[in-house]
């Protein structure tokens, strides 16, 4: 019987755009500017843009828009081609939306769609459907992680796992408590999928048991009035 509890996400991304505070929370610890989300908002769905077209649009200067154009790269919204002109004209750069900024911009939506294509599976296939996918989705998780870690012993593994985690973008970490290691998981990709049963809160327990070797519980779950879900394998080390 799995326990209630969530994975890591790839972002913490605010509804509709950015908060009050002007700048919009994403990706871990990177921030993106209310200025640059303008930039994505122009880029998206539209062919690649020069940055004297973001400044004919946006009406900023060529630095303001370079700066957040910038941002956008290393935070990989953003994709920077080089187009050759005719002639002995220096190329000019092109600018594009990733499908990153999609999920950026719309992540919002996701609360609709993901609950009703979840709800669909349930409707067709019952239970029996959602257990199949959801093993086959915790074997696929498994596989992604076991072919990069290469610790043997358990909490090695588990440590490996987390430090993954983290440079995937995941809110997590990993806590030394009375001589064993607990996982700390402040983020969660399911969030929108959850549903009264939290069958998907069982994709973590059994992907870690599978990456770690040994059964894994969840010793604090955010659905019971914990900060987040923490995890540690049975029998410690």
Same mark, same amino acid.
């Given at each position: 019987m799995c326990l209630p509890g969530l994975p890591a996400p790839l972002a913490r991304i605010a509804p509709g755009g950015a908060p009050a505070g002007g700048s919009l929370t994403t990706m871990s610890d990177m921030t993106v500017s209310a200025a640059a989300l303008r930039v994505i908002k122009l880029l998206v769905g539209n062919p690649p843009q020069t940055i004297a077209d973001l400044i004919k649009t946006t009406g900023v200067t060529r630095t303001a828009v370079t700066e957040q154009l910038n941002e956008l790269v290393a935070a #990989? *919204?953003?994709e920077r081609g080089t187009e050759r002109l005719p002639g002995r004209g220096r190329p000019r750069h092109l600018y594009s939306a990733t499908n990153a900024a999609l999920l950026l911009l719309f992540a919002s939506s996701q609360r609709l769609v993901v609950p009703a294509i979840w709800q669909a599976v349930r409707d +067709? =296939? #019952?239970?029996?459907l959602i257990r199949d996918v959801l093993k086959r989705v915790s074997r696929a998780l498994a596989d992604h992680y076991n072919r990069q870690i290469t610790a043997t012993k358990p909490e090695d593994r588990l440590r490996e796992m987390i430090r993954i985690l983290s440079q995937? =973008? #995941?809110l997590v970490d990993g806590v030394e408590e009375d001589g064993h290691l607990v996982m700390y998981? @402040?983020? $969660?990709? *399911? +969030? &929108? !999928? /959850? %549903?009264?049963? @939290? &069958? +998907? $809160? $069982? /994709? %973590?327990?059994?992907? !870690?048991?599978?990456?770690? #070797? @040994?059964? /894994?519980r969840r010793t604090a779950c955010r659905h019971e009035g914990a900060p987040c879900c923490t995890f540690e394998i049975v029998g410690g080390k």
């Open positions: #990989g *919204f953003v +067709i =296939g #019952g239970d029996k995937e =973008g #995941g998981k @402040r983020s $969660c990709p *399911f +969030i &929108s !999928m /959850v %549903d009264q049963q @939290r &069958s +998907i $809160c $069982c /994709v %973590d327990l059994e992907m !870690m048991t599978a990456v770690v #070797g @040994r059964p /894994v």
